[in-house]
């Protein structure tokens, strides 16, 4: 009657261990080696037709009226964001990239809006101010459920004749969802890069800002020194 | 009884008609411009410090979904003299910000231990200076979001407050 005795039975577990040694070190290379190549293609890449957004202003910004004419001429737009790649967005979703340097969009957003008023010169010599564009930020904003496009410039507004520079800033922001799919994203990217840019474009050329400068710069010497 | 019921749904198709673009014209924009600036922060308030850019994206794109207002200006911005009698300003400050407890909220609930934060709000208009309203905003949330959802929360509660204090203010 009752239950038999359970017997113990030695198991050759030197042999085992062995075993699962070997076959243990496939999987590890195999894993090492595709997360090496993984972080490798993620940390680069490469601009595309079909990952790359374009970003322009739909419309020219109307500057502010100014007490007399004054014409503008774009001097430097220099790039101070310190982005090792400034024309990539975003590292998700294999990347997406814009399909021109910032500055260069930059520099064509402000050309575009004052040649559209007639305030744009030619050249410097003929200009009454030169606007020389510093770009501290191009690109998305940390965020965590949305896309946050900001951009931000430095101006220093120079009176050629005087010699004399004013600097002043401005921004823009724009905020939009994220999608599911990626050519939703890339839409919406690119709307919200739009719209930052023309905020940070409107907010200068109608900024109380440029008034003040522009202004200043442009005051009569009696006028000024009384 | 046919013609009866025929003429009279004509009838009210015709007012509704006609009350449609009158109706319209009252809702678009009362006022011609509102700048938001960016909100202060009072001492004490311990919030990431792109908090303030967020939520001034944030309160800019909820502003023009009020629909109040015909432009959204960037803050310095200039505005023509003949719009500033109908223009807003919004000025406020983050006046106290507590970070909540996550343990709280989970074992008591009620709405202990959850994040909060207090905005004082002020409208002014931009041609004379005069105030248009003080608004007191205080926003909870649950302790375990971001910072940036309670950004958006408090942009949503400043917009309805703002537009419910103007439409207020006009009437």
Known sequence: ?226 | MRTFVAISLAALAGILLAAAPARAKDSKGKYKTVEAKHFDRAEGVELMPEFSDYLYAELRSRLVKTKLFDQVIGEGEVVEEADAPASVVITGTLTEYKKGNAVESRVIGFGTGKRSLKLQVTLVRRSDKKNLGSLAVRVKADPRWNEKILAVEAAKQVANEVKSSLEHEGS
């Open chain 1, 1 to 226: 009657m009752g239950f038999p005795a359970p017997a113990l039975r030695p198991l050759p577990t030197r042999g085992n261990l062995g075993h699962a040694a070997i076959f243990m070190v496939f999987p590890i290379f195999v894993l090492t080696f595709s997360m090496a190549v993984g972080s490798v293609w993620a940390d680069d890449p490469k601009p595309k037709p079909d990952n790359t957004i374009h970003v322009a202003l739909a419309t020219p910004v109307t500057p502010q009226k100014f007490s007399r004419p004054v014409k503008f001429f774009v001097g430097d737009v220099i790039d101070r964001a310190g982005n090792p790649q400034p024309m990539l967005v975003t590292n998700a979703r294999g990347g997406i990239f814009v399909d021109r340097l910032p500055v260069d969009i930059v520099r064509d957003a402000l050309e575009s809006s004052l040649k559209a008023a007639d305030m744009l010169s030619p050249d410097a010599a003929s200009a009454d101010l030169i606007l020389n564009v510093y770009l501290f930020h191009f690109g998305l904003a940390p965020s965590l459920a949305d896309f946050f496009g900001k951009i931000e410039l430095a101006v220093a507004v120079k009176d050629p004749k005087s010699g004399k520079s004013q600097q002043i800033t401005a921004r823009g922001t724009s905020i939009s969802h994220v999608a599911v799919r990626k050519k939703s994203e890339m839409k919406d990217l690119e709307t919200d890069f739009n719209g930052a840019l023309s905020d940070a474009v409107r907010n200068l050329l109608r900024g109380q800002a440029l008034h003040d400068a522009v202004m200043s710069a442009t005051a009569s010497p009696a006028s000024a020194g009384n």
